[in-house]
């Protein structure tokens, strides 16, 4: 079945330095969502990605998807402590009916 | 109201009883999913139920696990005999649609469920 890898599993941090998650799938993706779980929350969805090599920005948010569907990344520039928490792609195979998740990378920031 | 409505927000039962956890989607929300979540772990997917076909039932870890959902809206999941391994945080989460335009999923806050 199709599986989605998610790197890194962790990631430690100071203030101000740059972040990115990179996801992976197995199979080719019709789209790829990212979502946001802060400590002790749910997630929360960031975006959604859906054209071979799209580009999305939110504030300091990028979001890419790779040409050939199978790979997508989150980066954040200058990190802040508000960006804390566990950072999830979804990503939805072409041939099947719902998403699956990838593990998830946690970000921590040190002040 | 306007989000994903769980119910109970916590429940402690003890090994050997059967629970219910309760789950109202949005309204109008045609896909309903349930997910289990360990302690500083991913999101497992349980099970996913899209309009009025039959739901995708690939991810419930043993027959102990069954969920519902009636009138195309609220859902119940029960896990009977729970056992140790059940604890965990169960969300449950609601999407406009599924399948080929599935949309972003809206998640609730879940109820935790520690085995004693």
């Known amino acids: 079945g199709q599986q989605v890898m998610q790197i890194p599993q962790y990631q430690h941090v100071q203030e101000g330095e740059d972040f990115t998650t990179y996801c992976n799938s197995s199979?080719?993706?019709?789209?790829i969502q990212w979502y946001k779980q802060r400590p002790g929350g749910h997630p929360v969805f960031l975006i959604q990605?859906?054209?071979?090599?799209e580009v999305k920005k939110q504030k300091r948010l990028t979001f890419q998807f790779g040409e050939a569907k199978k790979n997508s990344s989150l980066h954040i520039t200058a990190t802040q402590t508000t960006d804390v928490g566990t950072y999830f792609c979804?990503?939805?195979?072409?041939?099947?009916?719902?998403?699956?998740f990838g593990d998830g990378t946690t970000l921590t920031v040190k002040p | 109201g306007a989000g994903v409505s769980q119910s109970p927000s916590n429940k402690v039962t003890e090994k050997g009883k059967d629970v219910e956890l309760r789950c109202d989607p949005i309204?109008?929300?045609?896909?309903l999913y349930w997910y289990r979540q360990s302690l500083g772990q991913g999101l497992e997917f349980l099970i996913y139920?899209?309009?009025?076909?039959?739901?995708?039932k690939s991810g419930l870890p043993s027959d102990r696990f069954s969920a519902e959902r009636t009138g195309g809206s609220v859902s119940t999941l029960t896990i009977q005999r729970t056992q140790q391994e059940d604890s965990a945080v169960y969300l449950c989460?609601?999407?406009?649609?599924?399948?080929?335009?599935?949309?972003?999923?809206?998640f609730g806050n879940g109820t935790r469920l520690t085995v004693t």
């Open positions: 989460a609601s999407s406009q649609r599924g399948g080929r335009y599935n949309s972003p999923l809206h």
């Open positions: 199979t080719t993706l019709s789209n």
């Open positions: 990605l859906v054209k071979s090599g």
């Open positions: 979804a990503g939805r195979d072409t041939n099947a009916g719902k998403s699956t």
């Open positions: 309204s109008g929300h045609t896909a």
């Open positions: 139920f899209q309009g009025n076909s039959a739901p995708d």
